[in-house]
């Protein structure tokens, strides 16, 4: 039966631009994945029916060899809570990543310009949310330069390692955990606007 077989959560983003770029470069590394682990089964959580068409027209045309794909409209906390670990585009959904504590990749890709500038402009050391909350990596980040894939063998490695490892997985959902306990609980409000202001003053000083 398929709903007994270890799932992977793919999400490609909530914008169609993003679909355009990310999500062929998630193809790149699930093609890597199910050479290794052909038994998995890839479920993609796409925001609605128009932008799952566009994934699935893409991935017809990046990947001819079928791959095990499972596409979902609107479902994306069902998507997530059911998976094993999580290859995703950085955004706001990290934050129900980290509510659920599932172990994930996070990739983003930044034109050559929209890069150059950013490095001039901000000095913030992480794109992803949990992270940047944590204030040190605990989810793998990766970021693809204009239309590089170079990142994309980095990526699977990473997304192997927490397949077939459990103590890698465990590891990050304890990281996770910490994060998730020290802005929620009784005053998570406050608590979360306690986190910015630190970090806020924090950048700002430098």
């Known amino acids: 039966q398929s ?4 799932r992977i959560a793919v999400l490609p983003g909530s914008r169609r631009r993003e679909l355009h770029k990310i999500w062929p470069l998630q193809l790149a590394v699930l093609r890597l994945v199910h050479q290794r682990f052909p038994d998995l089964l890839f479920d993609i959580a796409c925001l609605n029916d128009a932008h799952r068409a566009i994934c699935e027209s ?25 998976s094993e670990c999580v290859l995703m585009k950085s955004g706001s959904v990290s934050l129900e990543l980290l509510a659920r504590e599932k ?48 990142i ?32 929620g609980g009784s005053h998570a409000s406050e608590n979360a606007a306690q986190t910015i202001l630190q970090l806020m003053a924090k950048y700002v000083s430098r």
């Open 3 to 6: 709903t007994n077989k270890r």
């Open 58 to 82: 893409i991935a017809v045309q990046e990947s001819p060899n079928a791959l095990p794909l499972r596409f979902h409209a609107g479902k994306t906390s069902e998507v997530i809570e059911m």
């Open 103 to 150: 172990p994930a990749c996070i990739l983003y890709q930044a034109s050559h310009s929209t890069y150059t500038i950013g490095k001039l402009l901000s000095s913030v050391h992480y794109f992803s949310l949990p992270n940047i909350i944590a204030g040190h990596p605990i989810v793998p980040e990766f970021l693809a330069i204009g239309r590089s894939q170079k």
């Open 152 to 183: 994309v063998p980095m990526v699977f490695e990473e997304l192997a390692r927490l397949i077939e490892d459990p103590n890698a997985r465990h590891a990050q959902i304890e990281s996770l955990k910490a994060v998730r306990n020290a802005c």
